[in-house]
């Protein structure tokens, strides 16, 4: 019996303490193309700049996507912070940004690993830094272009869901040294 408790332990705390994947592809029904994203998928740790809208990436039929007509930033803002980030791009080139802002500087890569799994996705992967924010910006007229598709992100997980399954293994420790 006390090997089954304590195998339901170890269950708890590596089965909630994993960092969470979470994809967005904007084509669950939300919004609908044309309306700000703002803080729509706020329940998912995801809000977005003032601006960004929801689009059709053309890309197979109707696909939902993401862009920011009106002005050169989309900030995309993660609560609680996440470890890796990939977006997706339609109608769009990697040469075609001048930054990506990862918490406000300069992609680089001695903060993260980044690569272009094609010219059209990029994934950015923590080093030692959180990630809480994502800015894609450019300083050319094709910014406006740019359609941005299935945003996808590892969550860091929280302190409460770290610490529960460690007082249950503390709790169970007292019970079996209260039996002995």
């Known amino acids: 019996m006390r090997m089954i408790y304590m195998l339901l332990a170890l269950f708890l705390l590596i089965g909630t303490a994993s960092a969470d994947g979470v994809c967005i592809t904007f084509d669950e029904g939300r919004l609908v193309v044309g309306e700000e994203i703002g803080d729509t998928y706020a329940d998912l740790g995801v809000t977005f700049s003032d601006g960004a809208k929801v689009v059709d990436t053309k890309c197979w039929g109707t696909d939902l996507g993401f862009h920011n007509p009106d002005n050169h930033v989309t900030t995309i803002s993660f ?8 977006i997706e791009f339609e109608d769009a080139w990697k040469g075609n940004m001048d930054a990506i802002l990862v918490n406000g500087d300069v992609l680089n890569d001695k903060k993260y690993n980044f690569w272009w799994f094609t010219e059209k996705k990029l994934v950015i992967e923590s080093v030692d830094v959180p990630i809480v ?14 359609k941005y598709n299935n945003l996808c992100y590892n969550q860091i997980p929280e302190f409460p869901t770290i610490a529960l399954p460690m007082i249950v293994i503390i709790g169970l420790a007292f019970v079996f040294r209260k039996r002995e």
Not at 79 to 86: E, F, I, K, L
Not at 133 to 146: A, E, F, R
């Open 79 to 86: 609560s609680p912070a996440v470890t890796s980030v990939s």
């Open 133 to 146: 924010s994502v800015g894609l910006s450019s300083g050319s007229p094709c910014v406006n272009s740019i």
